[in-house]
């Protein structure tokens, strides 16, 4: 049977941890009575005289004390404060306040069950707050919904753009038909299922006067029930932004026609593709307020039991009756009593279901409680039985290799040239794959909660076994086909014969990754492909937690992308059939180069978007990190080409300034240690692991693979092995530190997240009520 404290801890919400019942500390408290009472039982007086008059007065006064005199007496407080509420506080009487211990006890007991009071109510005020804002924003969305119908329906009366679905219409309403119209329209299409949002709260636009009237780029007055509202839509992607440029001149073309419509004023445009943005908007609102009332619900049930548990084992360590008392106080409590969280949760429910799943209910639960994909034996199986197939052709490869000499220092090796890429690649991607899929295990036996991190859904999230299934199985496919190239080349044919081995190899996996048909994990795909393009194209996407978290795993496979970029050429440009590898050098060199800068400048164009949409200077300063390291990396590109010692200086100059700008970013913005005033030396305060020697060990292992560079200075390498194979392995050491580097930059997020006590998104909100201005 699990203990409740290891059930306690793996259903609380891991950014509520604090606000929690201390159920630890509690049975702390309790080992501590124990042991004192058995001390002192230990040297009790074994008998004690006592007097007829002692006696008979105990015999008299013994029914008097069973009715007046219970163990303890709980004292409420009202506090002035309506978000603090009641306070509890227990007083001992003399019998029972024998020792401090029981004392701290119940001191400890009465801040917890106020803790869990002035949380409970802070947190239900701001989901019903928000759940009261959500609302009216539906109440807009469906009467210019409505509006839009209407004045479509009529198409004659006004000016209609088929090519844009915008009407020009105007309309103002009253609170009640507001309620009374909302079930009049139906969703203008489906709304997509994966809705990108960003964790980190609304934003402020960038505000500009027009017309007398005060506008955003993203933001048009409407007059909706009776006030002036805004739409306000973020200009999330370039196609957002495009469209609201094109929607701005068509606004300005239509004005003029558009009010002889209707002289009253109030006119607005509507169009169709901006109330599907605020429809999505609104939907991923109300899912994310759906979860925090399903986690707040969680939060009084789990504190109910604790407090139960941790009762029952004080009345069993003291003897007493304790539970029955103070179990009477928590139920009567503010967080077990209060029914508004249910009750809203069935209201929200309810309008999701007759709004955003047109009244199917098992399609809305579908969203509103997403089912974990469920774990299949199978996969463990699989992952056993490709790790077997990987590791006997592994060794057969590189037993083959030795045999033939095929890794040995030479000169103009073929197959070192065209083929060892290929390997490379798959190898170093992989290696990061598998360094990914032991960061998840890690993250989930710390508690952390990566999925909320990277805004993942739960139900199409990669687990741990996923991800090391597709690496055994994927390098279990790269290993044979190099295994059965290099066996066949031993047999004597030739390399004109087999070179499309490799290059069929590469197209397979890339014609999977994008593959359209539902099979080999299509949605983490997608989402692959999807974070890939905003990567690309950073300075124009709003960047989020993912994006950037992928981009900086990028700058740590430069040389899997130079590998990439040759292959590429190698066989697009058709050299694989003369075997002329030194075409792609000569002809496409500096393209390569360029592919070592296009890391770290994308990372830097996300800094420079972070701090547009924040305004936060911090993002300006991590901007300086990544153009330290393209300085670096130019520095070496110099050296490579004119080997001097002026250069060599130069590269060592660069190198070690960006090397000691990437460890501070590393040690104190990224991981959120060396604090001076830590009570953790040169740590943090909060640790999520255990031991803080592990801390140490990390800090010291990234700054010696931070250190990489120094062989361009030192030229080592491996006695009679290719430096192609040192190249690899330096650059899977890389790979190696980037792994480890993940785990501790989610680890501080998490804490930053439970800090704030963040553990669902807030998602901006499309309509904003503006003062009308003369």
Not at 130 to 139: A, V
Not at 330 to 352: A, G, I, Q
Not at 545 to 564: E, G, H, I, K
Not at 710 to 717: F, N, P
């Amino acid at each position: 049977m699990v203990k409740f404290s290891k059930q306690f801890e793996g259903q609380l919400i891991p950014e509520w941890k604090d606000a929690f019942v201390d159920y630890w500390k509690l049975k702390k408290d309790i080992k501590r009575i124990h042991v004192l009472n058995n001390t002192s039982n230990n040297h009790q007086i074994s008998s004690v005289v006592k007097s007829p008059f002692s006696s008979l007065r105990k015999c008299f006064s013994f029914g008097l004390q069973q009715r007046k005199h219970e163990p303890i007496q709980i004292h409420r407080k009202l506090v002035s404060s309506t978000s603090k509420g009641d306070m509890y506080e227990t007083q001992l009487l003399d019998q029972f306040a024998d020792t401090d211990a029981t004392k701290e006890f119940f001191a400890c007991l009465d801040h917890n069950l106020n803790k869990v009071n002035k949380f409970y109510r802070t947190k239900e005020k701001e989901f019903l707050d928000r759940g009261e804002s959500l609302k009216k924003q539906m109440d807009i969305l469906v009467e210019l919904k409505s509006a839009f119908i209407e004045k479509k329906g009529k198409g004659s009366s006004c000016q209609y753009s088929k090519e844009e679905e915008s009407v020009s219409s105007t309309f103002s309403i009253s609170e009640d038909d507001s309620v009374r119209s909302r079930g009049n329209t139906d969703d203008l299409e489906k709304i997509e299922e994966n809705l990108p949002q960003s964790n980190e709260g609304e934003k402020s636009m960038n505000l500009k006067w027009e017309d007398g009237k005060l506008r955003t780029l993203s933001g048009h007055i409407v007059s909706c029930q009776g006030k002036n509202v805004r739409i306000n839509i973020p200009l999330t992607t370039p196609s957002q932004t495009l469209s609201e440029i094109s929607y701005l001149v068509m606004e300005d073309l239509l004005n003029q026609s558009s009010r002889k419509c209707n002289q009253e004023g109030g006119m607005i445009h509507l169009n169709k593709t901006r109330l599907h943005h605020a429809e999505k908007m609104i939907k991923g609102g109300f899912i994310e307020l759906y979860k925090g009332l399903g986690y707040l619900n969680d939060y009084r049930n789990l504190n109910l039991l604790a407090f139960i548990k941790i009762l029952k084992k004080f009345d069993k360590v003291t003897e007493k009756q304790i539970l029955p008392i103070y179990l009477k106080v928590v139920e009567s409590s503010y967080f077990n009593n209060s029914d508004k969280v249910v009750k809203f949760m069935d209201e929200v429910e309810e309008l999701f279901v007759k709004f955003f799943a047109k009244d199917d209910h098992r399609k809305a639960m579908k969203y509103l409680r997403p089912s974990q994909r469920k774990e299949s034996h199978a996969v463990a199986f699989f992952i056993g039985l490709f790790t077997g197939c990987f590791l006997a052709l592994f060794g057969g490869y590189v037993l083959m290799a030795h045999v033939t000499g095929l890794y040995k220092r030479q000169q103009n090796s073929l197959y070192m040239e065209t083929v060892y890429p290929v390997l490379s690649v798959f190898s170093l991607m992989f290696l990061h794959f598998f360094l990914y899929g032991c960061n998840i295990f890690a993250w989930r036996k710390t508690r952390i909660n990566y999925s909320f991190i990277f805004e993942m859904a739960p139900n199409k999230e990669l687990k741990y076994k996923d991800v090391f299934l597709i690496c055994t199985m994927a390098m279990t496919c790269v290993v044979g086909v190099l295994f059965f190239h290099l066996a066949l080349l031993t047999k004597g044919y030739s390399y004109a014969q087999l070179q499309f081995l490799p290059g069929l190899l590469f197209l397979a996996f890339l014609l999977l990754l994008v593959c359209p048909c539902n099979i080999l994990y299509r949605s983490s795909r997608y989402r692959f492909l999807c974070v890939i393009r905003n990567i690309i194209w950073s300075p124009l996407y709003k960047v989020v937690m993912l994006d950037f978290f992928m981009a900086d795993q990028l700058c740590s496979q430069v040389p899997m992308l130079r590998n990439l970029e040759f292959v590429t050429c190698y066989y697009i440009t058709g050299s694989y059939k003369t075997q002329d590898y030194g075409y792609c050098m000569k002809h496409y060199r500096d393209f390569a180069y360029a592919v070592s800068f296009l890391p770290y400048y994308w990372r830097a164009m996300q800094c420079a978007r972070r701090w547009f949409d924040e305004g936060e200077t911090s993002h300006l300063v991590n901007l300086g990190k990544y153009v330290s390291a393209m300085l670096a990396a130019g520095a070496k590109v110099a050296y490579e080409k004119d080997r001097n010692v002026g250069w060599l200086c130069v590269v060592v100059i660069m190198s070690t300034a960006a090397t000691v700008y990437q460890v501070y970013w590393d040690f104190v913005k990224d991981w959120g240690l060396l604090q001076m005033n830590s009570k953790n030396p040169w740590l943090r305060n909060e640790l999520m692991l255990r031991r803080k020697a592990v801390y140490y060990f990390s800090m010291v292992l990234n700054i010696t693979l931070r250190l990489a560079w120094l062989q361009t200075v030192l030229h080592s390498s491996f006695e009679n092995v290719d430096y192609r194979v040192t190249s690899l392995f330096l650059a899977a050491l890389e790979v190696v530190r980037r792994g480890l580097w993940n785990f501790y930059r989610l680890e501080n997020e998490h804490l930053n997240n439970a800090g704030k006590f963040r553990a669902v998104k807030t998602v901006p909100l499309p309509f904003h009520e503006v003062e009308d201005e003369d």
